[in-house]
């Protein structure tokens, strides 16, 4: 019996309310609709499940890979053969002490709606980012001017042996898409806690309406993707660049540099990783050789 198979026969022991899956395709659970089958994934939908799926992962030295919105993420085309955490249920939002606190599973869309809801500004560009919020705070995601780190004040999360733990956002070493956990990432985050103002509801749903807008405009939505596939290079915009080497269009197999935003990489219908990968040198290549900036991958592939 392999680790993973004890993984599975221990957390069914244990946990049996814990939804379990095995040969779960990730295509499925990625926003770029590519990916091959996940070996077992498990959808808690609960803290007690997370840290149960957590402890037992933990037990057997089997690092779990988290999974939240499925953005911002390349699955290989024969799939991952280790152990997947998709969170499913932990959304909820609540105002403590006039501190806005949510959990990770919610999208950000959702979450800038929350705050509107209860009258607070800050969080209007995190609507426009499809993401959960775990993996937004993981990668301190952001957009139009505004990031995850400029309003939140402080993070709780599951270490690997499943022990809660919440450190101020000064613990948290945000830069530039990165934090603490995209270098832990055998840690679990549960919650985060933001620091917003009083604002008009009317003010903020404009804007919110404004910035959806803009972003219906300028990307690519009608395609799957994984959202921006660049890090934005000091003193330049990727896809200003990616544009000025003339590879708007570019096609692999089914992925395509978008028509529409050349900073995107869009499934045109059946593209594979091993398609996007491919496409993705193609254009490293061409933007170093013309502009001698080398660009960086913001999706991570899973390996």
């Not at 939804?19 to 990625?30: A, F, V």
């Not at 001017?145 to 948290?172: F, M, R, W």
């Not at 915009?237 to 990489?265: M, N, P, R, T, Y």
């Amino acid at each position: 019996m392999d680790r993973l198979e004890q993984l599975l026969r221990n957390l069914r022991d244990r946990c049996p309310e814990l939804e379990l899956r095995t040969e779960e395709p990730m295509s499925r659970h990625t926003t770029f609709r590519i990916g091959g089958p996940a070996a077992l994934m498990a959808l808690p939908r609960t803290v007690g499940e997370a840290k149960a799926a957590v402890r037992a992962a933990g037990e057997l030295e089997i690092r779990p890979f988290f999974l939240g919105n499925g953005s911002n993420l390349l699955v290989p085309d024969e799939g991952y053969r280790g152990f997947v955490v998709k969170l499913c249920g932990l959304d909820q939002t609540q105002e403590v002490n006039r501190r806005l606190w949510a959990e990770s599973g919610i999208s950000l869309a959702r979450l800038a709606w929350a705050a509107l809801g209860r009258g607070l500004a800050g969080l209007e560009f995190a609507h426009g980012i499809p993401g959960s919020l775990g993996g937004g705070v993981m990668m301190n995601a952001g957009a139009y001017g505004g990031e995850l780190s400029q309003v939140v004040t402080a993070v709780t999360y599951l270490d690997g042996e499943g022990n809660e733990h919440t450190i101020p956002a000064a613990g948290c070493e945000f830069g530039y898409r990165s934090s603490i956990f995209a270098r832990h990432p055998d840690w679990l985050i549960l919650k985060a806690e933001f620091s917003l103002p009083q604002g008009e509801a009317e003010e903020i749903r404009a804007k919110i309406e404004e910035l959806a807008r803009r972003r219906s405009e300028k990307q690519p939505l009608e395609y799957p993707s994984a959202g921006s596939m660049f890090k934005r290079p000091t003193g330049h915009f990727a896809a200003a660049l990616i544009d000025q080497c003339g590879l708007k269009g570019v096609c692999v197999g089914g992925a395509q540099v978008s028509e529409k935003h050349a900073g995107f990489v869009v499934n045109r219908g059946g593209a594979t990783c091993a398609d996007v990968l491919e496409l993705v040198e193609r254009v490293k290549a061409r933007v170093l050789a013309e502009t001698g900036v080398a660009l960086e991958m913001e999706v991570k592939v899973l390996r």
